[in-house]
């Protein structure tokens, strides 16, 4: 089981961690990622670190200002959102794979999803 939080109504600029804790799998031997759907659109890639914590990925378009990290201690992962826009307002989906970091084939455990709304 994924249970992403953390997500909820933050005006533009403004900064918000999601977490997403596992249960029920060795969290520490699986790749995690972050994905995000926004109304009308595909579910993206957004962030993934791998199960050591060492490489990581982010999409173009939240590069330098998002922040992926992982606790395997608390079976953990975070997303860490700063100068958020508008137009990352989506429902945020943390998932687990066991190799490619930005494949979304790859992943096959997925969390619930927790909304984010960027105000302008």
């Known amino acids: 089981h994924l249970q992403a939080s953390g997500g909820g109504l933050v005006q533009a600029g403004g900064s918000l961690r999601l977490s997403c804790v596992a249960s029920?799998?060795?969290?520490?031997?699986?790749?995690m990622g972050w994905f995000r759907q926004a109304p009308g659109k595909e579910r993206e890639f957004v962030a993934a670190?791998?199960?050591?914590?060492?490489?990581?990925a982010y999409a173009d378009s939240v590069k330098g200002r998002f922040a992926i990290s992982r606790d395997n201690a608390k079976n953990t992962v975070y997303l860490h959102m700063n100068s958020l826009k508008p137009e990352d307002t989506a429902v945020y989906y943390c998932?687990?794979?066991?190799?490619?970091?930005?494949?979304?084939?790859?992943?096959?455990?997925w969390g619930q999803g927790t909304q984010l709304t960027v105000s302008s």
């Open positions: 029920g799998r060795t969290f520490s031997s699986y790749v």
């Open positions: 670190i791998s199960w050591s914590g060492g490489p990581t």
């Open positions: 998932a687990a794979g066991r190799s490619s970091l930005r494949d979304i084939s790859s992943y096959d455990w």
